[in-house]
């Protein structure tokens, strides 16, 4: 198993709608939540961070941590063209980052 | 504005040529990383340096070196690079989080490895 699993899409929607990405997770020792954002061709763009259950939202961007059943979630309102990327979940344990695969999204006109 | 930069962008070599990749950074950050990214996939750890101490990943061929001379730079060095060495390669920089762990990590725009 591995320890971060993310379906890699791709995922279309239309301009406007709710994007929801999720991630699973083995190790219950992880503590600090990632999402990360990569263009094509472009190194990976901190979005958002979490530390430990709960919600954190920024603008348009809601990310979302269950622990108790190790369920990560990132949550994008009104989409936008712009935002068609690969979003990459990550989870840190002492300073080590694992990743998931990423999903690929695109947000169509 | 700090940032982590990375040169080449773009570096092609042939097989069996030995090549470097740099990595630099203006955050002052005391930890930095190489990670491998082949199309699709995850970003893969190689190594990373805590100030000037060196941690090899377990399954880091060692086709691959690395290099730190001061806070600011590291490179990676590819002794004889395979076909299968083609990817993405990026450097990321964090803060010592000072309880045995780091802060969140920065990345630099990565340089694109072909080999002919």
């Known amino acids: 198993q591995k320890e971060v699993e993310q379906d890699p899409g791709p995922l279309s929607v239309p301009e406007g709608a709710i994007v929801s990405l999720n991630c699973t997770y083995s190790?219950?020792?992880?503590?600090?939540f990632m999402w990360y954002r990569q263009y094509s061709r472009k190194g990976p763009e901190l979005l958002m961070y979490?530390?430990?259950?709960g919600n954190k939202e920024d603008g348009r961007f809601t990310a979302q941590v269950d622990k108790s059943s190790k369920y990560i979630s990132l949550f994008i309102r009104d989409s936008q063209p712009s935002d068609s990327a690969t979003y990459l979940c990550?989870?840190?344990?002492?300073?080590?980052?694992?990743f998931g695969t990423g999903t690929q999204l695109k947000v169509e006109l | 504005d700090a940032m982590v930069i990375q040169n080449p962008r773009y570096q092609v070599t042939q097989f069996g040529k030995p090549v470097t990749l740099s990595c630099s950074q203006t955050?002052?950050?005391?930890?930095m990383y190489w990670y491998q990214q082949k199309s699709s996939q995850a970003p893969k750890l190689l190594f990373h340096?805590?100030?000037?101490?060196?941690?090899n990943e377990a399954d880091t061929p060692d086709n691959f070196q690395s290099r730190r001379p001061n806070t600011s730079f590291c490179f990676l060095d590819i002794r004889s690079p395979g076909l299968g060495d083609a990817a993405m390669y990026l450097c990321?920089?964090?803060?010592?989080?000072?309880?045995?762990?780091?802060?969140?990590?920065?990345f630099g725009p990565g340089t694109r490895l072909t080999v002919l």
């Open positions: 990321a920089t964090s803060r010592d989080s000072g309880q045995g762990g780091t802060d969140t990590q920065y």
């Open positions: 190790n219950s020792a992880f503590q600090y």
């Open positions: 979490t530390y430990s259950s």
């Open positions: 990550a989870i840190q344990g002492g300073n080590k980052l694992t």
């Open positions: 955050l002052n950050h005391n930890v």
């Open positions: 340096y805590y100030d000037k101490d060196f941690n």
